[in-house]
């Protein structure tokens, strides 16, 4: 340890103003402080402060996404193998490991071109690296279907990042969560890569598929009118789907994760079920279609419902930020994900498009919320005058 | 039997280092000094120069905008000193004590015999005027003013805070005179605020106010909380408030005709060898307090109230002048291997991020290391778990960054003051800097409105 600071020390002066390295100085500060924490005390107000960083904050996220990211990486391996017709032969790790060398690309991808531009903003705007992006650059592969060109993935990254949060002034600025950007812009971009029966399983080429294999996802599936859906394997995550949102199980781990450290909103989970379950009783009540009388539990399983619920609605940027603008937004977002699935005929998945919409409004929700607020004391004013 | 009010929000920090219950007598100090930076907003005009004799209670200067309002001498003695900061700011105006105790006289009463001018008259000629606190804004009254009530709260529920129980017990008589003495002052009521727990015994017996309990974490022994809950500032109201020990100095004033500024400190913190009481002199010189009873193994920080509000200040300086405790912290200044990533077992959080919430009776040992760099605000409803008042704190700060005076008055500017946000900043995980932009916002409230 004491090497190491002192090899930091000693190449600090050049990174310093008037040093030769001064343009990398945000870098050389990101890994300082990675390794290190400063040295700086406090000069004005409280003298002490909470251990608590954002350093902190982003990395109990990252280990709340653990079990999703390895589950979904072990899931991609069995999709392939039973599509191939091979996975009785297979052992468990030589399964995850299929899954592990797939989705592993993405992940560098995501964080080298994430990383890259955030380190370049930073030393531009000659701000310290903000941590932000430790999270999307995770949560950018796993919203994406496994067979996703890569290139495409470095596109939708640098996309996020530049015009979905560097734009706004970086973290904490952004209107949208990048991650979701990220996916909306290769959705609409590039439709076919991201929807339809093909894309959500790695086949690999000259390998050929089983006969009656479907590689369309179980929501897909429901909204043709085949709603007679694997309960249990929905809920494990054993289904096609994008790479870390298949596992219900997984993503309820992450929850626990989350709640218990009190870093996720509860009441943003909480009542976005709320919204998507009395919407789901609605339609059931009103069914047409076999779509329509989907059980509105499980909703809750089938594609990014969870995913969505625990680790992207709950982004505290982009979520309302009052106590009683959170459960508002949340149940509109359930209600919101739940009538776009059900009654758009256009695409089968309503979370990304909901929580994209509920962002955008989630400060006119606040502006309620404070104005409440506002007339409260206005009226004490006035009662008292 | 008086109201009790429960308040869920706030947090207890447990810092070692806490007093025991013994007051000792504190060595006399050679010198003494009146800070007027422990007064926000103050323009001095000096009535003294270096050399000067004073007694206690002879003025030493007076606020260039309340010309009546004077700050006095706590002792007799020689001018020695008068220190000045950037573009000759005064910093601080330094006596040394004679030892001969010489007070300025005054009208000896009973203030319930005296009319509300001759109390205003006697508290601004004597130098206790400025004990008297305005809110909004926390800042020395205005004279002319007649506040609807005047609050005392009788607790102080910041880390390791002294117990005034303790300090003021025997000196009930002076307390009562003290509060008669408000009384005359306001058309309004003399609120106290005491904790729902315990005998409460200098103050529960106290005549000629209106008592209110309360329970909760830190901060339920603000003054400014309480008010919220007792009787909200509104636009255009003013209310006063009064420390405990400041009452029985005014207490003290009216029985004896002298400005007696004894009072009892808390000496408190990780770093002292033994932490308890010291009975001393308002502003005196902390060097006899802070000799030879700190640890001295690492750097050291001396605070100068306690951890979340006081003034940072070297071993050498003086007390403030509204102070009743001195904290003496490690400074911190190291770096830490991976330090955001260690489980945590001996860094307590108010977040349950780290292991010590596991813990939750332990007592921790706390730097003055900021522990993160500064970023935006990420996270959202982290102070409201800090302050138990009806007020979006995050919205308010924002309203005095982007300087929106309507949006800051909307949001309750007038029901805060540093003392009361600082257990966000505290929490902050962004580490940004709530009480130096609470401030900001205040001034910008009197310059603008006045």
Known sequence: MKALRNLIDNMKPSFEKGGKLHMFHSVFEGFETFLFNPDTTSKSGTHIHDHIDLKRTMSIVIMALIPATLFGMYNVGYQHFGAIGELAGQGFFDIFLFGFLKVLPIIIVSYGVGLGIEFAFAQMRGHEIQEGFLVSGILIPLVMPVDVPLWMVAVATAFAVIIGKEVFGGTGMNIWNPALIARAFLFFAYPSYMSGDSVWVNIGEGQKVVDGFSGATPMALAAAGKTDIDVWNAFIGLIPGSIGETSTLAILIGAVVLIATGIGSWKIMVSTVAGAMVTGLLLNAFAVNAYMALPAWEHLIIGGFAFGAVFMATDPVTASQTSRGKWIYGFLLGVLAIIIRVVNPAYPEGMMLAILLMNTFAPLIDHYVVQGNIKKRLKRASVNA | ?450
């Open chain 2, 1 to 450: 039997m008086s109201k009790i009010i429960k308040l869920r929000s706030g947090l207890n920090i447990k810092l070692k280092g806490k007093a025991d219950e013994v007051i000792e007598e504190a060595q006399a100090a050679r010198t003494y000094a009146v800070k007027p930076t422990d007064f926000p907003g103050l323009t001095p005009k000096l009535m003294v120069k270096v050399g000067h004799e004073v007694k206690a209670g002879s003025p030493l200067f007076f606020d260039k905008y309340k010309p009546d309002v004077m700050f006095a001498s706590p002792v007799s003695g020689k001018v020695v000193a008068i220190n000045r900061g950037e573009r000759r700011r005064i910093l601080e105006v330094v006596v040394e004590a004679d030892g001969s105790n010489a007070f300025e006289e005054f009208k000896k009463a009973e203030p319930k015999s005296l009319s509300r001018e001759d109390v205003k008259e006697e508290l601004l000629k004597s130098g206790l005027w400025p004990l008297i606190i305005q809110r909004p804004y926390g800042v020395v009254a205005q004279p002319t003013d007649t506040p609807k009530a005047i609050f005392v709260s009788c607790f102080d529920s910041a880390p390791l805070a002294p117990n005034y129980e303790l300090i003021v017990s025997g000196q009930e008589k002076e307390f009562q005179a003290g509060i008669d003495a408000l009384a005359q002052l306001t058309d309004g009521k003399v609120h106290l605020g005491l904790p729902a727990a315990g005998a409460n015994k200098p103050f529960a017996a106290t005549k000629n106010v209106e008592i209110t309990q309360f329970t909760g974490k830190h901060p339920v022994g603000n003054v400014g909380v309480q008010i919220h809950h007792v009787s909200p500032i509104n636009k255009g109201e003013r209310v006063w408030t009064v420390n405990v020990q400041d009452v029985v100095t005014i207490g003290r004033l009216f029985l004896t005709g002298k400005y007696d500024a004894r009072k009892v400190i808390a000496l408190t913190g990780s770093e002292v060898k033994a932490p308890r009481y010291y009975r001393t002199i308002a502003g005196a010189n902390l060097s006899v307090l802070l000799e030879g009873k700190t640890n001295q193994e690492v750097n050291e920080r001396y605070i100068s109230g306690n951890v979340l509000t006081g003034t940072k200040v070297e071993k050498d300086n003086y007390l403030s002048h509204y102070g009743s405790q001195v904290t003496v912290i490690p400074e911190g200044d190291e770096h830490e291997f991976f330090g955001w990533a260690l489980p945590g077992v001996n860094k307590f959080s108010a977040s349950k991020t780290f292991l010590s919430s596991l813990f939750p009776k332990k007592e921790y040992t706390m730097t003055a290391n900021m522990n993160g760099g500064e970023r935006a605000f990420v996270l959202s409803e982290q102070y409201e778990k800090f302050l138990p008042m009806d007020i979006l704190p995050v919205f308010l700060l924002k309203s005095i960054i982007v300087n929106d005076i309507d949006k800051m008055e909307q949001l309750g500017i007038y029901e805060v003051i540093e003392e009361d946000l600082a257990l966000c900043e505290y929490a902050c995980t962004s580490k940004i800097e709530v009480q130096s932009i609470l401030r900001q916002g205040i001034n910008v409230m009197i310059k603008e409105l006045g």
